[in-house]
């Protein structure tokens, strides 16, 4: 009994070490955030998890040292860098292709993106990111553990990650301590937050927006990608009144069990609880946000200005990705396509290889909660008939449970 458990602590404590070089989403922060979230969540601090925080107290005191010598040297030239008034910005729920049209429209060089590093070293990036760059590519998985896509560091990154490094508020916050449910609900749409608030989050989004701009020669226009913005178009219409955006649907089972998988991936790579703490609110919490998400948007697509939003599905990207391509630059006024077209082939071919994630056939009751709580959804992308096809389904799987059931066997007494 007593070797058993020793056995169970040391494999413990190796299977952490083991992974002590990998890079966390909350490396980003400087150290007063993260005691700052140690004194708030710290209960629940995981004695095995705890090990992760060992690199961090070499490289939050870094970020806060030469996060300051930073602002120090580059606040002023950064803050005088003017954005183009013209950003596109790329929408939509978790897990419904944003990343691939991202990458697909990163390919046009009139753009510019954030890209790993920079949303990873947020307080650093502006003085480090040349050096560093080389070092850190070998602490970054090469695919991502939620769905296997490529991953680098000099690929575009969603600037999300680096807005939870500056300010330690965001949703992703919830992948760090989640036996203590979802964090910071408030700021995926921005809305329910006080003026000052909301106006910090900006200003902090700007300034980072600039500091990336500075890097890049002037006058390119930035690609954005960030589920988030979904629900946050009357913030970004208020900083950029004349933004263009490409919003991408895709169907809505396949969203939730595939959102579901990526949650529970980022919280077994980040989080400083056991990732099973998560299950008693995780679904509940997939629902209630793509709600909010989509209750946001629709209030709000309304004030883009005409010809500046274009709406795609994955499906037909996936089918055909030129033509989607080709509808996106013509309905928002991108430049013609056809001259840059062939920048788009290796990404293509790329993405021709890739293989989908499988997932488990769909359970009865999280189709009856999708119906009923995504239906604007469902209904407004012409969704309805894959549905039905997932009701067939599931009434079979049904049937043959139940029949298994009377048709088995009896025990003997």
Request: charged fraction near 25%; include cysteine.
């Amino acid at each position: 009994m007593i070797l058993s458990k020793a056995a169970s602590v040391l494999t413990g404590l190796v299977a952490e070490i083991r992974t002590l070089h990998h890079v966390r989403v909350w490396h980003s922060f400087g150290m007063i955030k993260m005691i700052q979230l140690l004194l708030k969540h710290g209960r629940s601090l995981s004695f095995w998890r705890a090990f992760r925080l060992l690199p961090f107290l070499v490289i939050g005191s870094f970020n806060t040292v030469v996060g300051l010598l930073c602002r120090l040297i580059y606040s002023r030239k950064i803050r005088r860098v003017e954005l183009h008034p013209s950003p596109v910005i790329v929408l939509g729920h978790w897990r419904t292709g944003t990343t691939y049209l991202h990458e697909l429209l990163s390919c046009d060089q009139q753009f510019m993106s954030p890209n790993g590093f920079q949303c990873g070293a947020p307080h650093i990036f502006f003085l480090t990111e040349l050096s560093f760059k080389r070092l850190f590519r070998f602490f970054v998985p090469r695919r991502r553990p939620m769905d296997d896509m490529a991953m680098d560091l000099n690929r575009p990154q969603e600037e999300e990650f680096a807005m939870l490094g500056l300010l330690g508020r965001s949703i992703y916050g919830s992948f760090v301590f989640p036996a203590d449910g979802p964090m910071d609900k408030e700021y995926l749409s921005l809305r329910s937050l006080d003026p000052k608030t909301r106006d910090n989050w900006l200003d902090t989004w700007v300034f980072f927006l600039k500091a990336v701009a500075f890097r890049y020669p002037h006058g390119r226009r930035f690609l954005l990608k960030t589920p988030q913005h979904t629900a946050r178009i009357r913030s970004i219409l208020s900083v950029f009144p004349d933004a263009k955006f490409v919003h991408i649907v895709r169907n809505p089972v396949t969203v939730h069990a595939s959102t579901l998988r990526l949650w529970r991936s980022m919280i077994q790579t980040h989080g400083l609880n056991h990732a099973g703490t998560a299950e008693h609110w995780l679904s509940h919490h997939v629902l209630s946000t793509f709600e909010e998400m989509y209750e946001c948007f629709e209030q709000d697509r309304n004030l883009v200005p005409k010809g500046n939003i274009v709406e795609v599905a994955y499906e037909q990207l996936v089918h055909d990705p030129k033509a989607i391509l080709r509808k996106i630059y013509e309905e928002l006024d991108l430049g013609e396509f056809s001259q840059i077209e062939s920048r788009f082939k290796d990404r293509l071919l790329e993405a021709k290889n890739y293989q989908t994630n499988r997932h488990s056939p769909v359970d009865a009751d999280d189709l009856k909660a999708i119906r009923s709580r995504w239906r604007w959804y469902i209904k407004e992308y012409g969704y309805e008939e894959q549905l039905a096809e997932y009701d067939a389904a599931t009434a079979v799987n049904i049937d043959r449970q139940r029949a298994g059931v009377m048709q088995s066997p009896k025990k003997s007494p």
